[in-house]
């Protein structure tokens, strides 16, 4: 099968020579080769589970998600850190479940059986919790990178068209793009292309071509799967660099005006609903306590307002206006 030739940022260059195709790979300097090692309980997870995850058949799915995720497991060894994890937690929310039955029965007084019965529900449902929530930890971790790879691409863009503008191989953009941390995730991708070709000895169109694939973000995707669209089809790569910089710039730039008026949408909900609400409702209810002889009944209610639903509401907004302003970061 033939090698692919080498794509430059003006379009396809040509072959390589047979000495730089068989360069050394030269580390920097002081630095070792390292690899993906288990930690001890990992280690301890897999010799105890590997007959019982080996036994299952593969998932593909999984496996999927814990490439995409960037953690260097394989879905064999994961679910046995599941299982591992499953059974200490067992353990614990026993012990616990234990102790709060004891608490409940001869402290609080509660009936046996219903003491008992909290008891034991705490540890089966936090088990059963951990069983079937970590398997869908790796998807989880997938999205959150794919966010903060959409965060970063349209500054990454604008940093690649400049390296593409001064004619610099795709190979070599995809490189120094993997050297500059300020983008985040995607210069984590981006060095996983250059491992693929400096240590793979993969051609850099297959290596794109697999990014793509494994790449938890829609529109990093796309833009990969258009560069080497583009590079097969005989075109030139520096317009298309330059078009989709400005194509994320601009959709960028419509995202964060959405969501600064989302941010002004939430502020005037905010002092309808968490200021100027509880505050009449604490006006009306204290009224009937003095008119209506409500007496110990309306100050718990007071007492409700004032110590659970106004710190529950501030809170809620405030955690949702942190998680939305961290995603304009």
């Given amino acids: ?41 990992q280690r301890w997870c897999w010799r105890t589970f590997r007959r019982r995850v080996e036994a299952q058949p593969p998932d593909p799915l999984l496996e999927e998600n814990l490439l995409k995720a960037h953690l260097r497991m394989r879905a064999d060894e994961y679910m046995a850190v599941v299982y591992g994890t499953t059974v200490l937690a067992g353990l614990g929310l ?27 529900a705490l540890p089966v449902a936090g088990t059963l919790g951990v069983l079937f929530g970590m398997p869908g930890s790796p998807a989880s971790a997938a999205k959150a990178r ?63 071509r697999t990014a793509a694939q494994r790449s938890p973000s829609k529109r990093f995707q796309d833009f990969l799967q258009g560069v080497v669209t583009t590079a097969t089809s005989g075109g030139q790569l520096k317009p298309y660099f330059l078009l989709k910089a400005q194509q994320y710039e601009q959709e960028n730039k419509l995202e964060m005006l959405s969501r600064v008026e ?5 502020a005037e909900t905010f002092v309808t609903v968490v200021v100027a609400f509880p505050l009449f409702l604490v006006i009306i209810i204290a009224i009937f306590a003095v008119i209506g002889g ?36």
Avoid at 5 to 19: D, R, T
Avoid at 161 to 185: C, H, P, T, W
Avoid at 319 to 329: H, S
Wanted: hydrophobic share 55%; charged share 15%; no cysteine.
């Fill in 146 to 208: 794919g966010r903060k790879i959409d965060r970063k691409i349209s500054p990454a863009m604008s940093f690649v068209s400049a390296m593409a503008s001064a004619d610099v191989n795709v190979d070599q953009i995809f490189k120094e793009l993997a050297r500059q941390k300020i983008y985040g995730e995607v210069a984590a991708e981006a060095a996983w292309i250059t491992r693929d070709t400096e240590l793979l000895g993969v051609d850099i169109l297959t290596a794109i």
């Fill in 262 to 266: 989302t941010l002004g949408l939430m």
């Fill in 1 to 41: 099968m033939p090698a692919t030739p080498w794509v430059g940022a003006a379009g396809p260059a040509p072959l390589p020579s047979v000495a730089e195709a068989a360069r050394p790979i030269r580390l920097k300097r002081g630095a070792q080769p390292t690899h993906s090692t288990l930690s001890g309980f």
């Fill in 94 to 120: 026993a012990a616990a479940g234990a102790g709060v039955a004891f608490f409940l029965i001869d402290l609080v007084g509660l009936s046996l059986y219903l003491g008992i019965g909290i008891g034991v």
């Fill in 294 to 329: 409500g007496g110990t009944f309306m100050i718990d209610i007071l007492w409700a307002i004032v110590a659970l639903m106004i710190p529950l509401a501030q809170g809620g907004f405030i955690f949702f206006m942190y998680t939305l302003t961290q995603d304009m970061v």
